[in-house]
């Protein structure tokens, strides 16, 4: 009996002393949420044997930098636009990155201009002593940059790279006493090349990204990007190799291309590029710039561009072709030259044909040609009048379909025929890409609207414009709006669907409530012609909220917001679009704010009323939907008799008091049910 116990105390005793001979020595890690690295601390040179001392240090650094990545990154995630918050976590992680509050600027609107930019990278702060070497954390620093981007900070993050550049330095002047004390190798310097490294890459990113407000003029966004564009400049030529004495990568010089495009700056790009001595340019440096080039408008540069990279026996990705001849497409049809100093105008569909020679040359990039590419063309060659040069680039995008998908387009051709030939039954308005046909009337009282379909050049592939026109005062017939529709049907099956991807209300007719009567008008059509609608990808806040407002649910992955009504704003701002979820930095274009008069807000202001949820960045369906095996033909009814009552509600809500009564608001239609059905639908 004793010596089962004898054992089994052998084993514990024999456990604790394996636990004590490999555990990790104390370095107060568990102290604080991160781990504080000390300055000054005990660790010194003179106090135990050198290589000893560079040991434990090097040990200790990786430990804490491991230790805080993990921690810091994931509390970081959790911030959305806080920068005071971002910079106490960094702050409190590592001693020489904290900012005291008055340097912090998080409230900072103010637009800095480049010389107060600059004069923060080189001000003396005078903050590291003693003798132990600081942590430079490049992760965890890119993480709160990230914030501060989001937050439109840029000073605070001036004032982190000047810390962390700081840190790198002090490193170096630590590791040159070492040195002369042993001939101990100190093994950190690359590592902490590296983390800066991180660091300045996501400054570069940052200054890419981070625009001025919304609500900015286009001068005051011009003079921003022009200041943060020489700022990206003088740190990659001066700062970098000069400051922190690093040879810049190509990862650096990529991160600065992609920030000097974001911001149009055409001409630093191409200079940028040729100064590239070491390192050399590569294939991703010469596709950022021209894809760069070409959202510019700046396509004969970026087209030579494509050939120095091709005589350096680099072959772009056909995304970076299809930027180029998307850009060559805008740019068709304006009859300017490239250069002021050039007399004759490019001709662009001509670029564009040899761009695609180029394409077809290489065997293996010609199979990977995509609709988006002959679409460009054939855009190009339209709008300069080289019709046979159109058709022909036609016929080859065909015979790519035929010999991908097996489609006979014979069909094709004799289903456009026929459907032009019915729209001929309606009357005709306009010429050329300015025609429409008159399909319907909403008469209310004074109010009466048009109704219109005006079909794009392939409206089986490109969908069709429902427009909108009424009289105005003195009788000239004046457009009010218009919805772009893409009608489908469903294989197999005879159902058809409309689904709305845009709309556009005239701006002298914005303010009238006008929105509704144009979605209800387009989903009366729908009933009619007994197709189902449904909704594309939506981007706009008001066109969500409208869709709302008829039964429309928006599919899943969208981002939820608040639409909130600014009652005194300084901006004279109509809307405000709040979101609990996620920052909408970046996720709503100048233009769409622009137009519908929206602010974004980092709160909901306390005077504002309960705002409307709405979803953006999503689809939508409606219940109103084809028969399955879940529904019966009640249930269908119901759901088409309320859509029909939303309908009609919207129509009469429109009149005001001193209109006519709703016995008066009628909707007519200029034809027969099935000559409106094959107008409305290609099909």
Known sequence: MKKPIIRLASMVLLLAIITLAFRVPNTNIRRNRFHVPELGGSIVVGD????????????????????????????MKQI????????????????????????????????????QLVDILYRDNGVLSGEEPVTIDGKSTSMAIEVLCRARNVSAAMILLKRSVDGVIYNRQLREK??????????????DNNELCTIYKSILSMLGR???????????????????????????????????????????????????????????????????????PDKMAYQIAISSLAKCGECRDATQLLHQMRGKGFSPDIVCYN?????????????????????????WHKLALEILEDIESQSDMAKSITDQTYNSIISACGKEKAWEAASLVASKASN??????????????????????????FHKNGRGNDAWWEIAEYNCGERSIIVGIQPHRNPKRNGMSLVFYRDDLEGNRVKVGRLLLKNDRIPSKEFYFSSIIGMEVNALSRGEGLSKVL???????????ECFPRAAMMNKPLISLVLSKFGFIPDDGGCKCVLVRLEDDDDEHTFGLYSPQKSLDGALSHRVLRIQNIKLLRMLPESSQKGAEVVIKTTFRHPHKPPDGNRDNDEMQVERTLLKDKINAALNLTIDTDMPTSDSVEMTYCSSKDKLLKAFLFF
């Open 48 to 75: 135990i044997p050198a290589s000893q001392s560079i040991e434990i240090n090097v040990d200790r650094r990786a430990a804490v930098l491991q230790l805080n990545q993990r921690k810091l990154t994931r509390a």
């Open 80 to 115: 959305r636009f806080d920068s005071k918050k971002a910079l106490e976590l960094l702050g409190s992680a590592y001693q020489h990155l904290a900012i005291p509050p008055d340097e912090m600027h998080t409230n900072d609107e103010m637009e800095w201009s480049y010389e």
């Open 178 to 191: 070492c040195q002369e004390q042993t001939s101990a190798f100190w093994q950190d310097e690359e590592s």
């Open 210 to 280: 981070a625009q001025s407000q919304s609500t900015s003029s286009y001068a005051e966004r011009q003079q921003t990007s022009a200041v943060y564009s020489n700022l990206t400049l003088h740190l990659l030529r001066e700062h970098i190799p000069s400051v922190a004495q690093i040879q810049p990568g190509l990862q650096l010089y990529h991160a600065a291309l992609n920030s000097l495009g974001r911001h149009g700056s055409h001409d630093a790009i191409i200079k940028l590029l040729n100064d590239m001595k070491d390192p050399s």
């Open 323 to 347: 930027e180029l001849l998307i850009g060559i497409a805008r740019q068709a049809g304006r009859h300017q030259s490239g250069k002021k100093n050039e007399q004759d105008p490019i001709s």
């Open 400 to 425: 790519s379909t035929i010999s991908s998908n097996n489609i006979d387009i014979s069909e094709n051709d004799e289903q456009t025929s026929s459907y032009f030939s019915n729209l001929d039954t």
């Open 519 to 529: 979605v209800a008008i387009w989903l009366d059509i729908c009933l009619q012609t």
